[in-house]
């Protein structure tokens, strides 16, 4: 593998030259850079990347562990946050942790060894547990995505959950519904039970009732929303609408609900969240709350990039405010 110094006796310039013109850290004459650059292309020269990493102390790789899921609202994510390291020159190493304690920490540990400049959670299902080898990497800054209350210093991107839910309710109450009942995520999840606040929240501006057989805690995935409907359905009559607080359990609640004979919207209407690609591919076509996935991604590439540059030890919430989308599963009651 050819080095600087065989550029440099090629080049019939001196080795620090070389290295100016190959990492552009000073001026040199154009005629010089021109040897300097036919040399390493004749000798198919390629700059070590671990070289340069002990250099500048950067590695210019950042660590991301999600976990997994059939839900595509994380493999969109995760999109947003590709595009975006490859667009700051970034790489990107990701990691599944299958929602395993054990398997994080030891993720995280793996990526810290491996020197990344910066590390991304968005592991939901293990909020509040405390990350301790981050107290032996504190120069590494930390992004959490749509976490609840943490027990390490880190940035944190979320959206208003709370909002959303809030806007979702709003909308079938607009639509002239009353009697309205909700599929709730798993409530010890944060996400989850600020999106089932918002419901209550809507509900109560209003002076409406809670129907305790139309509140169903479930699990964020399509047969968590089949279950929940025919858990309200064996329970008697069904409410007129359903905030179900995310897509991939809508879609079984739509699936249930047509086995059952029940037409979405005419007899039963219903609001997702999350606004997933294929949420306007489904019969009918979902209305939804939008949650800006590839912003998401992005903002947390750019924070943790902000960080290395400021090096600031105050830990910040940003926040990204849900959208409504109007679609087809929702009906307008007189």
Known sequence: MATMKDIAKLACVS??????????????SEDIAERVNQAALQLNYSPSALARSLKTN??????????????????EVVKGVERSCYQKGYNLILCN???????????????LQ????GMILMCSSLEGENIDVFDRYPDVPVVVMDWGPMLFASDKIQDNSLHGGYLATKHLIECGHQNIGCITGPLNRYQAHMRYEGYKRALNEEG??????WIIESNFECDGGYDAFHRIYQKGPLPSAIFVCNDMMAMGVINAANEKGIAIPKDLSIIGYDDIQISKYMTPSLTTIHQPKHRLGQTAVETLLANLEKNSDEAKVIQLEPTLVKRCSVAIRP
């Open 58 to 75: 950067r590695t210019k790789t950042l660590g991301m562990l999600v976990t997994t899921s059939s839900n595509p609202f994380f493999g």
């Open 208 to 213: 409406l009732a809670f129907h305790a057989n």
């Open 114 to 117: 491996k020197r990344v400049d």
């Open 97 to 111: 942790t299958e929602g395993d304690q054990q398997r994080m920490k030891e993720s995280i540990t793996t990526l």
């Open 15 to 28: 080795t620090s030259t070389v290295s100016h013109v190959i990492n552009q850290s000073r001026y040199v």
